[in-house]
């Protein structure tokens, strides 16, 4: 072997000895559900997480609808439907939606408008509930 060959060799030796990691790079996290991604960048009016009828609750309102949110493993999410609008025979669009709390009872308002008509709402109301399961339309 030349010596050009044995510090060849010693250089690729002191590389491979230096600690250079090669393993590969850690996996990236797994990509969020589309509902995870709303609960999460959910805006105030459209979301409540506080306690009623003394129990936890998380709920939020998406398209008109509203959902009970349960967390799973990691950051993932099971929406529940609770309460939506009775349905319409021609295709309608969400104008407006929000839920509030008074301290007491969490209220609900869904309003959907038929494509073509002015003004709002088709269907939908306002709703309330003091245990997140009975809504009442009022």
């Known amino acids: 072997m ?10 690729l ?5 230096s600690g250079c990691d090669v393993s590969p790079a850690p996996a990236a996290p797994p990509a969020l559900s589309p509902e995870a991604v709303f609960t999460r960048d959910a805006p105030a009016g459209q979301v409540f997480q506080g306690r009623l009828a003394g129990a936890p609750a998380h709920f939020l ?4 609808e509203v959902f ?4 799973l493993a990691g950051r993932e999410v099971r929406w529940t439907s609770v309460l939506k609008p009775d349905p ?3 295709w309608t669009s969400c104008e407006r939606q929000s839920l509030s709390f008074d301290g007491t009872a969490l209220t609900a308002t869904l309003g959907r408008r038929a494509f073509g008509a002015g ?3 088709a269907t939908g109301g306002t709703y309330r509930t003091v245990d ?6 009022v």
Do not use: M, N
Not at 2 to 11: F, G, N, P, V
Not at 13 to 17: F, K, R, S
Not at 61 to 64: A, F, L, P, Y
């Open 2 to 11: 030349s010596h050009t060959d044995r510090i060849l060799c010693a250089l």
């Open 132 to 137: 997140g399961r009975s809504w009442k339309k």
């Open 119 to 121: 003004g709002c709402c």
């Open 61 to 64: 309102v998406h398209d008109c």
């Open 68 to 71: 009970q949110v349960e967390y």
């Open 88 to 90: 319409y025979p021609f």
């Open 13 to 17: 030796a002191v590389c491979a000895l």
